[in-house]
């Protein structure tokens, strides 16, 4: 365990007290998920696994010195996941002592799934398992779900977004939806090229007071429904495609304690989306929150297809 002290975190409803963070081992452009992520970029070199430890680590300390407490696991040896930096696809840890399992797409990361991982989260957190809810059934029928990059919460309203792509199937949404008491709003949205956007939380964040979307990309007739069920009582901020693209949309709000200031929250971003966003939107999104983490993971963006909010799965505490 890295960072503050949980007996004393008390935070929002909307902020996890804590999270999961894999340390990855042989991180690397993954060709099969690539076929429905157009964020990643092949490539890379020998050093690229390095390089993104590197990123990771120091990601992981600069959560820490904020007093956010990180539970840092580590990857396996073999079988080799070249994605198991991104947890939050396979697993969720909610409030109520709910641990949901999910179904993957690519074959190739569904040996993320780890027991011994959970027991570290339980071990390092506190966190009590009370119900497993496993998903994990639903790729046999090709349907998939993948945890909080498919699914957006808005945890106060007990709302779940989804983007439907091949990655996030509405049956599968709908099922967790049922499970854990949710309203679900599903709607499409793809890019500039017409494509499906692949996970739902490239396209929006959802904060205590702020609300992150790229309004645009949402389908002309979902593009209403979302904006006004989103909108309600929260900051709404619409980032473009390129905003989008540079992962803008990939931030997450997180709780932490000082013994000063008491409850505050930390929006999380990259650096790329830091650069990417206009200066007057930024300005916005900083008036949400309580202070802004900069993170620079410029190697797991471009290899990965994922920012700073996919390398994080949330862990809330009771």
Not at 166 to 192: I, K
């Amino acid at each position: 365990m890295q960072g503050g002290k949980l007996l004393k975190t008390q935070v929002p409803a909307q902020c996890a007290e804590a999270v999961l963070m894999v340390r990855p081992k042989h991180f690397g452009f993954n060709a099969e998920t690539a076929l429905t992520n157009r964020f990643q970029q092949s490539g890379g070199s020998e050093h690229t696994a390095a390089q993104a430890q590197a990123e990771f680590d120091a990601f992981a300390a600069a959560l820490a010195g904020e007093g956010v407490a990180v539970c840092v696991a580590q990857d396996s040896d073999e079988p080799r996941n070249p994605d198991a930096v991104f947890p939050n696809n396979w697993v969720s840890f909610h409030a109520d002592g709910t641990v949901v399992l999910y179904p993957m797409q690519a074959a190739s990361r569904r040996t993320e799934r780890r027991r011994d991982v959970i027991d570290t989260v339980v071990r390092e957190t506190g966190f009590q398992v009370r119900r497993t809810v496993d998903l994990t059934h639903h790729e046999k029928e090709g349907r998939f779900l993948e945890g909080t990059g498919s699914l957006v919460l808005d945890h106060i309203e007990r709302v779940a977004y989804a983007c439907r792509s091949p990655r996030t199937h509405e049956d599968v949404a709908r099922d967790w939806a049922r499970e854990m008491g949710f309203e679900l709003v599903m709607f499409s949205a793809t890019d500039a090229r017409g494509a499906p956007i692949y996970h739902t939380n490239v396209v929006m964040s959802i904060g205590t007071r702020f609300a992150v979307l790229a309004r645009d990309n949402i389908d002309a007739a979902d593009r209403g429904r979302v904006v006004n069920r989103l909108g309600a009582g929260r900051e709404l901020l619409a980032i473009d495609d390129a905003e989008m693209q540079a992962f803008a949309g990939n931030v997450l709000e997180l709780g932490t304690w000082d013994e000063y200031l008491g409850d505050m929250r930390i929006l999380v971003v990259s650096a790329t989306a830091q650069r990417a966003l206009e200066a007057r939107k930024y300005a916005r999104l900083y008036a949400t929150v309580d202070a802004v983490l900069g993170i620079p993971v410029d190697i797991i963006e471009r290899h990965g297809g994922g920012s700073v909010r996919c390398m994080l799965a949330e862990v809330f505490l009771r």
